[in-house]
């Protein structure tokens, strides 16, 4: 299986930060990657698909990049909607795999 | 948009069978998608159970692999999970989802808790 590891798994920010979570895939994954957000209670919501693309509905201050093993999710400019748990997955290979998560919460 | 809507028990009996429905509405299961299930045990992260396309073709998690089984009714435009011989450790917030090949999940269910305890 390929692993998924994100980093940081915690991270706490102010509105109007800038931040970066990686994700690091144990084998070559090519752009096979992509970024969810999850609030408490509610289901993942996609963010970026194949490493960079932006989903269509989604806010332009998210962006992705990479390719191979490490791939970043950059938040430009923090919004109060923003803080939640954000995961990657890879699908490039069976079975798919999720990162563990970054929470990212208010300072 | 795709809607999906998960249904089943909430509470399955130890060494029991969860049994759970995905109804699609809004499009065809039977567009160029796969429809898969992800669960998540309370307070921890996702965990991608396996996937189904409208031919019937699968593909499992391999640590589920041997008591997982997904199924598709294109009748009911609908498709159905059932995994046996569970567990606590198989309590979860079960999530389907619309699936694109190489993409992601674009849409998903807003998930159902079930709870394995005797």
């Known amino acids: 299986d390929i692993q998924l590891t994100q980093s940081p798994s915690f991270l706490s920010a102010s509105v109007g930060d800038r931040v970066t979570i990686t994700c690091r895939a144990s084998?070559?994954?090519?752009?096979?990657l992509a970024w969810y957000q999850q609030k408490p209670g509610k289901a993942p919501k996609l963010l970026i698909y194949a490493a960079s693309t932006l989903q269509s509905g989604v806010p332009s201050r998210f962006s992705g990049s990479g390719s191979g093993t490490e791939f970043t999710l950059t938040i430009s400019s923090l919004q109060p909607e923003d803080f939640a748990t954000y995961y990657c997955?890879?699908?490039?290979?069976?079975?798919?795999?999720f990162g563990q998560g970054t929470k990212l919460e208010i300072k | 948009q795709v809607q999906l809507q998960e249904s089943g028990p909430g509470l399955v009996k130890p060494s029991g069978t969860l049994s759970l429905t995905c109804a699609v509405s809004g499009g065809s299961i039977s567009s160029s998608n796969w429809w898969s299930w992800v669960r998540q045990p309370p307070g921890k992260g996702l965990e991608w159970i396996g996937e189904?396309?409208?031919?019937?073709?699968?593909n499992y998690n391999p640590s589920l692999k041997s008591r997982v089984t997904i199924s598709v009714d294109k009748s009911k435009n609908q498709f159905s999970l059932k995994l046996s011989s569970v567990t606590a450790a198989d309590t979860a917030v079960y999530y389907c989802?619309?699936?694109?090949?190489?993409?992601?999940?674009?849409?998903w269910g807003q998930g159902t808790l079930v709870t394995v305890s005797s």
């Open positions: 989802a619309r699936e694109e090949k190489h993409s992601g999940s674009y849409d």
């Open positions: 997955q890879q699908l490039n290979s069976y079975p798919l795999t």
């Open positions: 189904i396309y409208h031919s019937g073709s699968t």
């Open positions: 084998q070559g994954i090519s752009s096979y």
